[in-house]
């Protein structure tokens, strides 16, 4: 079965180069020029990945990146921003809304349908456990229903906040190195802007400590990263 892919783009061109290149590695897409008409339709369907231009007519990318992180059958997909701008800002408030990658305008259609495939291999890991649980201390993973717990508390978790919970406690006692989560929760090089793992690592502790201030699960390691303890 394919995969299925939704574009949103108001740009004719962009659509019709990335619907073609696409198609052409073997995936289905469903294109649409705004986000209200995106919206509509995942009434009664869900696609495997989403690529979001951010500059739409109405309601831009960002704000359909918000909703699909608020949906309750959405926000674990993985989700490309697709954007002309460059500046840090943009990339990182995607990143910090839990985008999964970022491409910018003008891109290579290459690149474009390998950042594809790279993420699809990232978020459907083979042979990944699916009934493993890990606890330490007062907090609980559970793989099989993809949910953390303080004591009896479930904890809301975004997508990245929980990978980049679970690579943690997976190497409890290990200091990972801020382009070290980069690249195991990002999955590739955002040019050194390890920013977006520190602020991630804020919004965590604060669901996960008992004081964010005085942390006493996740430790930094300064001037290297982070350490599960």
Known sequence: MKQ?????????HIQQLVQYNLEAAG?????????????DACDSMIPDMFILDIMLPGIDGTEILRRIRQSAKLKNLPVIMLTAKSEEF???????????DYITKPFSTREFTARVKALFRRTN??????????AIGDITMDFER???????DKLELTLKEYELLKILMQNHGKVLSRDTLLEK???????GETRTVDVHIRYLRQKIEEDD?????????????????
């Open 4 to 12: 299925k892919i939704i574009l949103v783009e108001d740009e004719p």
């Open 27 to 39: 995936y289905e897409v469903s294109v649409f020029s705004s986000g209200e008409e995106m919206l």
């Open 90 to 100: 943009d990339r990182v408030l995607g990143l910090e809304l839990g985008a999964d």
């Open 125 to 134: 890991i083979p042979g990944e456990p699916i009934s493993e649980t890990i």
């Open 146 to 152: 993809h949910e953390v717990y303080k004591g009896k």
């Open 185 to 191: 929760v990002w999955g590739f090089d955002y040019f």
């Open 213 to 229: 201030s005085k942390p006493e699960y996740i430790e930094t390691v300064r001037g290297v990263g982070y350490r599960f303890i």
